[in-house]
């Protein structure tokens, strides 16, 4: 007995047809058939009465159908249970650009001294294409800058402490004689920052 041919049954017993348990299971009939003859053979019992006109469950079949039912979501919640599991101790983390791989470096390294068991699997992407993985749980968290993240159902969003914009520039600038910089100081400058919404400078100072 497998899980296929229980799926095939259950299919053949929820229609009353064994056309459209193949249309729904992109077999052919003769393949649903099959497997139903090998499964009725194991059990000793036929599961469906069969006329050219008309298929329906002999007794058997609808007490089967009931266990059937509970066995094949008894084992679909068992593998959703093992692949949590498996992952339990892995975060996927990710981060769309640099800027956010090097924000994490020194949090993700302080984490795993305290949680040694725990393992980090870092990806990266397009911002938007990593919030549909965060939806569909490929992914586990998403560090991002971005200040325009949308609410989605099911998810969270925290904020997170702020962090320190850092200026670069030549030591031959006229601003790097300046211990801090303030953003009105870069007006008229041509410089490097990432993407406007990823960035929020002060308006004060």
Request: with cysteine.
């Amino acid at each position: 007995m497998t899980l296929q041919q229980l799926r095939y049954f259950l299919s053949v017993a929820d229609s009353l047809s064994f056309t459209k348990a193949a249309k729904e299971n992109y077999v052919s009939q003769t393949a649903v058939t099959r497997q139903i003859q090998i499964l009725e053979r194991e059990l000793g019992a036929p599961l469906f009465a069969r006329n050219t006109a008309h298929v329906k469950l002999t007794a058997a079949g609808a007490y089967f159908c009931t266990a059937c039912q509970e066995i094949v979501r008894i084992w679909e919640r068992a593998a959703i249970d093992v692949r949590h599991i498996a992952r339990d101790h892995t975060i996927t983390l990710a981060l769309p650009t640099a800027v956010e791989q090097e924000i994490v470096v020194g949090p993700v390294r302080d984490f795993r001294a305290e949680h040694p068991e725990v393992s980090f699997s870092f990806v990266s992407g397009v911002r938007q294409e990593l919030i549909n993985d965060l939806v569909e749980s490929k992914i586990d968290l998403l560090i991002s800058m971005a200040l325009d993240l949308p609410d989605l159902s099911g998810l969270q969003k925290l904020s997170l402490p702020p962090a320190h914009a850092v200026l670069m520039m030549s030591s031959l600038h006229p601003l790097a004689k300046y211990p801090c910089v303030s953003p009105s100081q870069l007006e008229g400058e041509h410089w490097l920052h990432p993407a406007p919404a990823a960035l929020r400078l002060p308006r004060n100072g």
